[in-house]
Nanobody
Framework: QVQLVESGGGEVRAGGSLRLSCAAS????????MGWYRQAPGKRRELVAR???????NTADSVKGRFTISTDNAKNTVYLQMNSLKAEDTAVYYC???????????????WGQGTQVTVSS
């Protein structure tokens, strides 16, 4: 059993900053990818940023230069530093990870429960 627990969401004024954290716990052998997706009301879930175990990063064009993803591999934790927030960043942010529970298993996708980020203009 693997759990992803997010924290750090909330409400902030436009131009402000928030830092999201997501800690993976449970039966973890290795993690291949960790990242963040978001879903605004009436819209599809979209990738915000992801980072591989090798350090490769993909970031959505809409947040480049404003959001930074990082990890603490020792803690199985991924962070999303969000600066210069805009009203259009308002969404539920979901943590994502591809986790292998033992040496014989494949990487399975896991999702957090989501954390609300609201940016007021």
């Amino acid at each position: 059993q693997v759990q992803l627990v997010e924290s750090g969401g909330g409400e902030v004024r436009a131009g402000g900053s928030l830092r999201l954290s997501c800690a993976a716990s449970g039966s973890i052998f290795s993690i291949n990818v960790m990242g963040w997706y978001r879903q605004a009301p009436g819209k599809r879930r979209e990738l915000v940023a992801r980072i591989t175990s090798g350090g490769s990063i993909n970031t959505a064009d809409s947040v480049k230069g404003r959001f930074t993803i990082s990890t603490d591999n020792a803690k199985n934790t991924v962070y999303l530093q969000m600066n210069s927030l805009k009203a259009e960043d308002t969404a539920v942010y979901y943590c994502y990870a591809e986790i292998r529970v033992d040496v014989k298993s494949i990487y399975y996708p896991s999702w957090g429960q989501g954390t609300q980020v609201t940016v007021s203009s």
